[in-house]
């Protein structure tokens, strides 16, 4: 086997990053945000800031609230899943540690397995 894995991606991060999304050249015109199944980011107001930044950039998205602490290979598959049915073409991880991994390794690997390849990924 062989191949060539090009996968672009923008860490964004930082006080005020989150209002600073919308400027940002979207790779796609609809993403799969990814958020762990806890609810900080929802209790905080980042993850309506990031709503409201992707909406301000024209870009549709697709909530996948189901990442835990060191996530396993059937929620990978999960998200994998959810973003080929409802056709995003780039991922945004909003979080720490396992949802950034989750947003910028694992489901770019399990769309590549599947033969679909997000352009670029966000982590904010």
């Known amino acids: 086997m062989s191949y060539i894995w090009n996968l ?6 930082g ?4 209002q600073e999304l919308y400027k940002e050249q979207m790779p796609g015109k609809k993403a799969l945000l990814v958020i762990s199944n806890g609810k ?14 992707l909406t301000a950039a024209g870009v549709d998205y697709v909530l996948f609230d189901k ?5 396993l290979e059937p929620t990978i598959m999960e998200g994998v899943l959810a973003a ?18 989750e947003a910028i ?10 033969m679909l390849k997000p ?4 982590s904010i």
């Open 84 to 101: 080929r049915e409802n056709g995003c073409d780039f991922v945004v991880g909003l979080g720490g540690g396992s949802v950034r991994k």
């Open 40 to 53: 900080s980011v929802k209790e905080n107001g980042s993850l309506a800031a990031v709503e409201q930044g």
């Open 15 to 18: 006080a005020g990053k989150v």
């Open 67 to 71: 990442i835990q602490a060191n996530p």
């Open 8 to 13: 672009p991606t923008k860490v964004l991060f």
């Open 119 to 122: 352009d670029m990924t966000f």
């Open 105 to 114: 390794v694992y489901l770019p690997y399990g769309l590549m397995k599947q």
